[in-house]
T-cell receptor, first 113, second 114 residues
Framework: NAGVTQTPKFQVLKTGQSMTLQCAQD?????MSWYRQDPGMGLRLIHY???????DQGEVPNGYNVSRSTTEDFPLRLLSAAPSQTSVYFC????????????FGPGTRLTVT | AQSVTQPDIHITVSEGASLELRCNYS??????LFWYVQSPGQGLQLLLK??????LVQGIKGFEAEFKRSQSSFNLRKPSVHWSDAAEYFC????????????FGTGTQLKVEL
C-alpha cells in the first residue's frame, strides 16, 4: 500500500515554462487536494476535488489548473511558471465518509528561476 | 471563514521537559481538529484528531491534545520530549458542512536541546 505518491521530488523551471506535478493515491479516496507550503505561511489550499470529474478552487488557485479523470490521479498543472510559484507542493487525499483526516504525499520542491 | 492561529513560531525545550503547543481557531460551529507533524524534507503525518466525544484525545508518539470549546483551543501536549520530536507542528481545522477542506495554522517549529 503506497498511500499518496508524488512525482517529481524536485524540479527547476524557467519563468514561462509549463509543467505537471503528478499525484496518485491507492486508498480509493474520493477527496484529493493540492497545497503549497511557504515559510511562515503554513499550507494553503490550491485546488481540490471531491471525486472524478469534480474540481474546485481553494485559497490560492491562480496560475494552476487541475483535472480529475480517475479516482486515483489528481495532477496539478502550472500553465506559465513564475518565480512566485517557487514553493513546496503537497498532495493529500481523504475519505469523504466520516474520517476526514488527510493523508499527505512526500511533496515536490519546485524552484522557478 | 474559519482561521487557525498558532501563536508560537519557534519553541525550544530541553529533552525530558514537558511540551505544550498552542492552537486557537475561530469558527462558530463545532470544528473537527487535527495536529500534524512534519520532519525536515518530509510530508505531514497525522498525530491526532478530534471529532466529537471525549475532549482529551490521545495520539501517536505519546502526544495528547485537549479541546476546550470555551477557549476555542486545541493545545498539543507531551509530558516528556525526546530529541526525535524536533520538527514542525501544524494545527488544522475543518467543520461540518465544509466537506473535507481543512485550514492550517502557520506552524510551530520545535527545537529540542540535549
Amino acid at each position: 500500500n503506497a498511500g499518496v505518491t508524488q512525482t517529481p521530488k524536485f524540479q527547476v523551471l524557467k519563468t514561462g515554462q509549463s509543467m505537471t506535478l503528478q499525484c496518485a493515491q491507492d486508498m480509493n479516496h474520493e477527496y484529493m487536494s493540492w497545497y503549497r507550503q511557504d515559510p511562515g505561511m503554513g499550507l494553503r489550499l490550491i485546488h481540490y476535488s471531491v471525486g472524478a470529474g469534480i474540481t474546485d478552487q481553494g485559497e490560492v488557485p491562480n496560475g494552476y489548473n487541475v483535472s480529475r479523470s480517475t479516482t486515483e490521479d489528481f495532477p496539478l498543472r502550472l500553465l506559465s511558471a513564475a518565480p512566485s510559484q517557487t514553493s513546496v507542493y503537497f498532495c493529500a487525499s481523504s475519505s469523504t465518509r466520516g474520517a476526514y483526516e488527510q493523508y499527505f504525499g512526500p511533496g515536490t520542491r519546485l524552484t522557478v528561476t | 471563514a474559519q482561521s487557525v492561529t498558532q501563536p508560537d513560531i519557534h519553541i525550544t525545550v530541553s529533552e525530558g521537559a514537558s511540551l505544550e503547543l498552542r492552537c486557537n481557531y475561530s469558527y462558530g460551529a463545532t470544528p473537527y481538529l487535527f495536529w500534524y507533524v512534519q520532519s525536515p524534507g518530509q510530508g505531514l503525518q497525522l498525530l491526532l484528531k478530534y471529532f466529537s466525544g471525549d475532549t482529551l484525545v490521545q495520539g501517536i508518539k505519546g502526544f495528547e491534545a485537549e479541546f476546550k470549546r470555551s477557549q476555542s483551543s486545541f493545545n498539543l501536549r507531551k509530558p516528556s520530549v525526546h530529541w526525535s520530536d524536533a520538527a514542525e507542528y501544524f494545527c488544522a481545522v475543518g467543520f461540518t458542512g465544509g466537506g473535507n477542506k481543512l485550514t492550517f495554522g502557520t506552524g510551530t517549529q520545535l527545537k529540542v536541546e540535549l
